[in-house]
């Protein structure tokens, strides 16, 4: 009785440890098999000769060297660059500023912040529609600005192959600046009242006392701020397609909509799958060292 | 993934049917992505004559992205083991699929109604793997139109449709100068790649046609007639209106239906455009062949997959035998705006443009100048269409030169292959 009762109750705190190991287990394992198991399969695929449907034979890195002989691929990458850089650098910008300004204790403010922020409510497709057909030399601005009276005015970056990457920039800035307004305006209001008396007391004028002392202390926000407009930028597929459908020709080609065109218009899941693992690496060396070093000096 | 989960249990519910429901006349799953107006009425003419016959149709359409995510589904399906009876994919994506075995063959049926006699030779061997049909064509499109706006050409003082390129860029300056667009056109790159070939069949003819577009031959690929059929598309890309990036085609139909274009190069899939807008052929619209000698021929068929089950393969041949009937093949294309794939089909409900392009046809195959499209998924495999739609839009998008252009192609074509 009494062995048994030990073995119960032995049981009973062998579970009560493993309990939460038990419930999280089947979570685990099926993002395991979901998430890295595909990415997995992905990067398998893209050493083999896959066409129309996937080739288990190993060949090595051949459609690696095809990938990067393909001219569209320097074009979509190039791409990637332009876009996410200036994406990120112009709606950091414009959300500090909007956000410094909001902080000024203006009036209806709680109007103006919606209205700042009401763009993140709309899909990507739906501003990549509404921008396309502003930026329209024929339907939107243009025309518009032409009606006005100045008949030379030229904006057609939208149909002109070397500027219509512009334009997405421009769509996506347009959506997301208020967010990184939003995130920031939470940061500043955060920011101890103590400090900025200290400060005024020591007689900083308003510009120091930004540049100097909040900014600074708003660090990680910036980093949460640029990790969330980062991946928007490498994952921006729905806006490209909506906005320019990749081209003039395939100017505005990303790494997604590569990889799209590659794997289910092409049936090349080969070279597909060497684009994605080739993503997949590129944000995996951009991401991880800024997160180490962010995360070591924040002490966390 | 989500995707998957509900393809496998709608197959599974298929399944259950089949059990429910047997028939003398055999079942048949269909996957094909004409889902919009006169094409969905198409597929309809289909399934009631295959349910005339007693048979049980279960029909998947997959609409969305210009048949890519029938494609996606499809490949879903072989892999697990359950494909659809039939499928609508054509060119040489066929001999993809069999080089997979995945594909059974309806031979037995083309024999016995003598296939081989009444299709075009061309149009013949892209149906056939291994010289046993494994696919069933139910139309062709003539690529090479060239589509005319009457009123406009009248304003600019031209009298004929041009026969020749030359005649072409006269007509198109002087359109010019009246103010009118000479060329309507949508800049997507199938539609770039549609000028393209059409200028190659008219600067090469149908020789240099197959040797460059077909056979990926590379000598044809630089030649001096590849430079000089660039320099037209060069010329083409100079008589559009300066909106047409990203343009639908049947937008840009729409230009030449209102007059504000005076041409447009496109296949007769746009006469169904004009007939829909209560236009008549010669008062309202013109069409005539491109300029040059030749036929650029695209066609849709459907490709019998590899089912099991009597019943299944039952079906799979009725459909076979259906859908080369002449009856179907007249219904068929009445409501899609094609012509029969069957040479040998009366066009007397037909209208003057479907006559025309007949006539043609016949004439093409006795010349021996009837080509594949290439822009259309017909001559060549998908991952090499894809280098020349690349190659080519970006021409069409940029300054590059003529000389530069066919270099560049001819690279990008080998390292496709």
Same mark, same amino acid.
């Given at each position: 009785?009494?062995?048994?009762?030990?073995?119960?109750?032995?049981?009973?705190?062998?579970?009560?440890?493993?309990?939460?190991?038990?419930?999280?287990?089947?979570?685990?394992?099926?993002?395991?098999?979901?998430?890295?198991?595909?990415?997995?399969?992905?990067?398998?695929?893209?050493?083999?000769?896959?066409?129309?449907?996937?080739?288990?034979?190993?060949?090595?890195?051949?459609?690696?060297?095809?990938?990067?002989?393909?001219?569209?691929?320097?074009?979509?990458?190039?791409?990637?660059?332009?876009?996410?850089?200036?994406?990120?650098?112009?709606?950091?910008?414009?959300?500090?500023?909007?956000?410094?300004?909001?902080?000024?204790?203006?009036?209806?403010?709680?109007?103006?912040?919606?209205?700042?922020?009401?763009?993140?409510?709309?899909?990507?497709?739906?501003?990549?529609?509404?921008?396309?057909?502003?930026?329209?030399?024929?339907?939107?601005?243009?025309?518009?600005?032409?009606?006005?009276?100045?008949?030379?005015?030229?904006?057609?970056?939208?149909?002109?192959?070397?500027?219509?990457?512009?334009?997405?920039?421009?769509?996506?800035?347009?959506?997301?600046?208020?967010?990184?307004?939003?995130?920031?305006?939470?940061?500043?209001?955060?920011?101890?009242?103590?400090?900025?008396?200290?400060?005024?007391?020591?007689?900083?004028?308003?510009?120091?006392?930004?540049?100097?002392?909040?900014?600074?202390?708003?660090?990680?926000?910036?980093?949460?701020?640029?990790?969330?407009?980062?991946?928007?930028?490498?994952?921006?597929?729905?806006?490209?397609?909506?906005?320019?459908?990749?081209?003039?020709?395939?100017?505005?080609?990303?790494?997604?909509?590569?990889?799209?065109?590659?794997?289910?218009?092409?049936?090349?899941?080969?070279?597909?799958?060497?684009?994605?693992?080739?993503?997949?690496?590129?944000?995996?060396?951009?991401?991880?060292?800024?997160?180490?070093?962010?995360?070591?000096?924040?002490?966390? | 993934?989500?995707?998957?989960?509900?393809?496998?249990?709608?197959?599974?519910?298929?399944?259950?049917?089949?059990?429910?429901?047997?028939?003398?006349?055999?079942?048949?799953?269909?996957?094909?992505?004409?889902?919009?107006?006169?094409?969905?009425?198409?597929?309809?003419?289909?399934?009631?004559?295959?349910?005339?016959?007693?048979?049980?149709?279960?029909?998947?359409?997959?609409?969305?992205?210009?048949?890519?995510?029938?494609?996606?589904?499809?490949?879903?399906?072989?892999?697990?083991?359950?494909?659809?009876?039939?499928?609508?994919?054509?060119?040489?994506?066929?001999?993809?699929?069999?080089?997979?075995?995945?594909?059974?063959?309806?031979?037995?049926?083309?024999?016995?109604?003598?296939?081989?006699?009444?299709?075009?030779?061309?149009?013949?061997?892209?149906?056939?793997?291994?010289?046993?049909?494994?696919?069933?064509?139910?139309?062709?499109?003539?690529?090479?139109?060239?589509?005319?706006?009457?009123?406009?050409?009248?304003?600019?003082?031209?009298?004929?449709?041009?026969?020749?390129?030359?005649?072409?860029?006269?007509?198109?300056?002087?359109?010019?100068?009246?103010?009118?667009?000479?060329?309507?056109?949508?800049?997507?790159?199938?539609?770039?790649?549609?000028?393209?070939?059409?200028?190659?069949?008219?600067?090469?003819?149908? +020789?240099?046609?197959? &040797?460059?577009?077909? %056979?990926?031959?590379? /000598? #044809?690929?630089?030649?001096? @007639?590849? $430079?000089? !059929?660039?320099?037209?598309?060069?010329?083409?890309?100079?008589?559009?209106?300066?909106?047409?990036?990203?343009?639908?085609?049947?937008?840009?139909?729409?230009?030449?239906?209102?007059?504000?274009?005076?041409?447009?190069?496109?296949?007769?899939?746009?006469?169904?455009?004009?007939?829909?807008?209560?236009?008549?052929?010669?008062?309202?619209?013109?069409?005539?062949?491109?300029?040059?000698?030749?036929?650029?021929?695209?066609?849709?068929?459907?490709?019998?997959?590899?089912?099991?089950?009597?019943?299944?393969?039952?079906?799979?041949?009725?459909?076979?035998?259906?859908?080369?009937?002449?009856?179907?093949?007249?219904?068929?294309?009445?409501?899609?705006?094609?012509?029969?794939?069957?040479?040998?089909?009366?066009?007397?409900?037909? +209208?003057?443009?479907? &006559?025309?392009?007949? %006539?043609?046809?016949? /004439? #093409?195959?006795?010349?021996? @100048?009837? $080509?594949? !499209?290439?822009?259309?998924?017909?001559?060549?495999?998908?991952?090499?269409?894809?280098?020349?739609?690349?190659?080519?839009?970006?021409?069409?998008?940029?300054?590059?030169?003529?000389?530069?252009?066919?270099?560049?192609?001819?690279?990008?074509?080998?390292?496709?292959?």
């Amino acid at each position: 009785m009494v062995k048994e009762g030990n073995n119960a109750k032995r049981l009973r705190q062998a579970l009560e440890q493993r309990l939460p190991q038990i419930v999280v287990a089947p979570l685990f394992a099926a993002s395991m098999f979901f998430v890295y198991g595909f990415i997995g399969w992905t990067a398998y695929i893209s050493l083999t000769k896959s066409g129309v449907m996937p080739d288990y034979t190993l060949t090595g890195i051949g459609q690696y060297v095809r990938l990067w002989s393909t001219p569209r691929w320097y074009v979509a990458i190039g791409n990637l660059f332009i876009f996410s850089s200036l994406f990120i650098a112009i709606a950091l910008a414009i959300g500090v500023l909007l956000a410094v300004l909001l902080d000024q204790r203006v009036r209806a403010e709680g109007v103006i912040r919606t209205i700042y922020l009401y763009p993140m409510a709309l899909s990507f497709i739906v501003t990549g529609t509404v921008w396309k057909w502003m930026l329209n030399p024929g339907l939107g601005l243009e025309r518009l600005v032409r009606q006005a009276g100045w008949e030379n005015f030229r904006f057609d970056w939208l149909v002109n192959s070397d500027y219509a990457i512009y334009t997405v920039v421009i769509a996506a800035v347009w959506q997301s600046s208020g967010y990184a307004m939003a995130l920031f305006l939470a940061g500043l209001r955060s920011v101890d009242d103590e400090v900025l008396r200290a400060a005024a007391i020591d007689g900083a004028g308003p510009w120091r006392t930004y540049t100097g002392i909040i900014l600074p202390i708003l660090r990680p926000v910036f980093l949460s701020t640029v990790i969330i407009l980062a991946h928007l930028a490498i994952k921006s597929f729905d806006l490209v397609i909506a906005l320019t459908g990749g081209g003039p020709g395939y100017a505005t080609d990303v790494p997604a909509t590569f990889m799209y065109s590659f794997a289910f218009q092409r049936s090349e899941l080969g070279v597909a799958a060497a684009s994605a693992t080739m993503m997949l690496m590129t944000v995996v060396a951009i991401i991880v060292p800024y997160l180490y070093s962010e995360l070591r000096k924040t002490g966390r | 993934m989500k995707k998957y989960v509900g393809l496998l249990s709608a197959a599974g519910i298929a399944g259950l049917v089949s059990v429910g429901s047997a028939h003398a006349e055999g079942q048949v799953e269909v996957l094909h992505w004409w889902t919009s107006g006169g094409e969905a009425k198409a597929v309809g003419e289909l399934k009631s004559a295959f349910e005339a016959e007693g048979g049980v149709w279960i029909d998947s359409p997959i609409a969305g992205g210009g048949g890519d995510a029938a494609m996606t589904a499809l490949r879903a399906r072989v892999v697990a083991g359950n494909p659809p009876t039939a499928v609508q994919l054509k060119g040489p994506g066929i001999q993809e699929w069999a080089d997979q075995g995945a594909l059974n063959d309806v031979q037995d049926v083309a024999s016995a109604e003598n296939w081989d006699a009444v299709l075009p030779p061309v149009l013949a061997a892209i149906m056939k793997y291994d010289g046993k049909y494994v696919a069933a064509p139910v139309n062709i499109h003539r690529v090479d139109w060239l589509w005319g706006n009457p009123q406009a050409l009248k304003t600019a003082g031209i009298e004929a449709m041009p026969t020749t390129w030359d005649e072409f860029n006269a007509a198109a300056d002087k359109l010019l100068a009246a103010g009118i667009i000479p060329l309507a056109h949508g800049g997507q790159p199938w539609q770039d790649a549609t000028l393209f070939e059409d200028v190659v069949l008219g600067v090469g003819g149908a +020789d240099f046609y197959r &040797k460059a577009l077909v %056979e990926l031959d590379q /000598a #044809a690929l630089t030649s001096d @007639t590849m $430079v000089k !059929s660039f320099d037209q598309l060069r010329k083409l890309r100079g008589y559009l209106d300066p909106n047409f990036s990203g343009r639908d085609w049947n937008l840009a139909t729409a230009m030449v239906m209102r007059g504000e274009a005076a041409f447009q190069i496109m296949g007769d899939w746009a006469k169904g455009e004009f007939l829909a807008a209560g236009k008549v052929p010669g008062t309202d619209f013109l069409c005539a062949p491109t300029p040059g000698d030749g036929y650029v021929l695209n066609s849709d068929s459907f490709t019998f997959f590899k089912v099991k089950g009597d019943e299944n393969l039952k079906g799979q041949q009725v459909l076979a035998r259906l859908i080369m009937s002449p009856g179907f093949q007249e219904t068929f294309n009445l409501a899609k705006g094609s012509i029969p794939a069957r040479t040998d089909v009366l066009l007397d409900k037909f +209208d003057d443009c479907a &006559k025309r392009s007949h %006539e043609d046809l016949l /004439a #093409a195959i006795k010349d021996n @100048t009837l $080509v594949p !499209s290439m822009a259309h998924e017909m001559a060549i495999p998908r991952s090499v269409r894809g280098e020349f739609l690349d190659l080519v839009t970006q021409f069409f998008n940029s300054d590059m030169s003529s000389e530069e252009a066919a270099t560049k192609l001819a690279d990008a074509v080998l390292r496709a292959q």
